[in-house]
C-alpha cells in the first residue's frame, strides 16, 4: 500500500523532518522506555502539539498492550501518522541510529564510560530519568485522572505493578482498567480525537500479523532444516522481540538464554554490553546491535549488528501495523472511549509505579541526588526548559559529585 493510504492532515510533516525531529531525541533520550514516553510527550505533545494527550495516552496504552519496544512503537506511530511510511521509518531510524552506532563502537572497544567521571555521568543521566519521568507522570495524572474514580483505577493499576514481580503484571493493570472504564468512566465521554488517526487498511494489519505469526513458527523450522548459523541468530532476536512485553529490560533475560546459554558469547561479554546499552540514549533493543557485533557465529561485525537490529524490532512493527487499523475504529465506540479512558488512568499508574521502581530505587540513593532531581523537575515543570538542558544539568551535576 502506498503513502497516499495514509490521509495526512494540513501540517503534514516531511519524512526529513521527521528524521531529524527523532534523530535529536535519539541523541538526548536517556532513562529506559518509561521516561522515552515522557520525552515524547513533552516534544509531541506539549511543544509541537502533533497528538493530543487523550490520544497520546490511547496511543501508549496500545503499545504497551502489544509485544516490543513500547517507546519505539510509539515513536513509529507518530512518524507514521504525520509523514506515512517513510515517516514511519525515518521516525524509526532517527530514534535508533545513535544508540546502535555507539553500542557497535563499544563493542569494537571504544568505551568512553570508566572511572568515577564515567561512573558520575551515568549516573547523573539517570537522575534526568526521573526528572523526566516525575513531570511525565505530573501532566499526564492532571489530564487523565481529574476524578476520584479515575484517580482510584491509576493508584490501583501502581499497586499491582509494585507488589507484584512478574511482568505480565503491567498488562494485567492495563487491561483491569479497560473492564473498569465502561463501569467507572461512562460519563462526559468525549468524542475521539481525529488527531491519532492512521489510516492503515485492514488488509494491510492481515497481512503484517499474519507475517508476524508465520515468521514466529517459521523461523525455528527452517533453522532446523538449514542448520545456517545466519538464520539461528536471526531467530534469537525475532524471537526475543516477539516474545517480550513490559519495555526494553525485559528483554534482557530473553537475550541471555538465547546467546549466553549455546556459548555464542560469554556472560562476561554480555554484561559488558549490558552495562553500556544502560549508558547511552534511545531504546535497549538497540543492545541486540551490540550482541550482533560480538557473537561468535557468522555473520557477525557490521552485518551481524544490522541483522541484530532488524530482527529485534520486526516483530514490534508488524504486530503494531496490524493492530492500528481494528484499534482505530474500535476507540471511536462510546463503550470503547469509556474503556479507553480507563486504560489512560491505568498507564498514569504504571507510569506513577516506574517513577518509583526501577528509576528511584535504582538511582535516588541520597540527599544530593535527589536535590538534582528535584532541580531537574522543576527546570521542565516551572520553567519549561528543554529536555536537553536538564540532561546537561544532571550529568555535569553527576560528575561534579564524584569529585567533591
Given amino acids: 500500500m502506498s503513502d497516499d493510504a495514509i490521509e495526512d492532515n494540513k501540517s503534514a510533516t516531511s519524512p526529513a523532518e521527521v528524521l531529524l525531529i527523532f534523530l535529536k531525541l535519539g541523541l538526548t533520550c536517556f532513562g529506559g522506555p518509561i521516561a522515552h514516553i515522557g520525552y515524547f510527550r513533552d516534544e509531541f505533545v506539549v511543544r509541537r502539539k502533533w497528538i493530543d494527550e487523550h490520544a497520546y495516552a490511547d496511543l501508549v496504552g496500545l503499545c504497551q498492550f502489544l509485544p516490543g519496544p513500547a517507546s519505539s512503537q510509539v515513536g513509529f506511530s507518530i512518524g507514521l501518522m504525520r509523514a506515512g511510511y517513510l515517516g514511519a521509518l525515518a521516525a524509526w531510524t532517527g530514534f535508533t541510529l545513535p ?26 543521566l539517570k537522575l534526568t530519568a526521573v526528572a523526566i519521568v516525575a513531570q511525565a507522570v505530573w501532566g499526564m495524572a492532571r489530564n487523565l485522572c481529574p476524578d476520584r474514580e479515575r484517580a482510584s483505577i491509576a493508584v490501583i493499576a501502581a499497586l499491582i505493578i509494585l507488589f507484584s514481580t512478574a511482568s505480565i503484571a503491567q498488562i494485567g493493570a492495563i487491561v483491569l482498567g479497560g473492564l473498569a472504564g465502561p463501569w467507572l468512566c461512562r460519563s462526559e465521554v468525549p468524542a475521539a480525537s481525529g488527531h491519532v488517526e492512521i489510516r492503515v487498511s485492514r488488509t494491510v494489519g492481515l497481512i ?18 538449514t542448520g545456517s548459523t545466519g538464520v539461528a541468530l536471526f531467530d534469537a532476536f525475532y524471537r526475543s522481540g516477539a516474545l517480550v512485553f513490559g519495555g526494553g529490560h525485559v528483554v534482557l533475560p530473553l537475550l541471555r538464554e538465547a546467546f549466553v546459554a549455546p556459548g555464542w558469547l560469554s556472560d562476561d561479554a554480555f554484561l559488558a554490553g549490558y552495562g553500556a546499552a544502560q549508558a547511552v540514549p534511545g531504546p535497549l533493543f538497540t543492545f541486540a546491535a551490540y550482541l550482533g557485533t560480538v557473537v561468535s557465529p557468522e555473520p557477525h561485525g557490521l552485518a551481524g549488528a544490522a541483522l541484530g537490529l532488524i530482527g529485534i524490532f520486526l ?10 487499523p481494528f484499534w482505530d475504529t474500535f476507540r471511536k465506540r462510546a463503550g470503547a472511549q469509556a474503556m479507553m479512558r ?22 535516588v540513593h541520597s540527599p544530593r541526588d535527589f536535590g538534582i532531581a528535584l532541580v531537574g523537575f522543576v527546570l521542565l515543570i516551572a520553567w519549561r526548559a528543554p529536555p536537553l538542558i536538564v540532561v546537561a544539568f544532571s550529568a555535569a551535576a553527576g560528575m561534579t559529585m564524584t569529585l567533591v
Fill in 99 to 124: 544508540s546502535a552506532v555507539i553500542l557497535v563502537l563499544f563493542a569494537y572497544g571504544a568505551s568512553a564510560l570508566s572511572g568515577s567521571v564515567g561512573a558520575g555521568l551515568l549516573h547523573g
Fill in 315 to 324: 516483530p514490534g512493527i508488524l504486530i503494531l501495523l496490524g493492530a492500528l
Fill in 208 to 225: 503484517t500479523l499474519g507475517m508476524f505469526f508465520v515468521l514466529l513458527a517459521g523461523l525455528p523450522a527452517l533453522r532446523g532444516l
Fill in 342 to 363: 480507563g486504560v489512560n488512568a491505568a498507564v498514569v499508574g504504571v507510569l506513577g509505579a516506574a517513577l518509583y521502581d526501577p528509576l528511584w530505587t535504582t538511582t
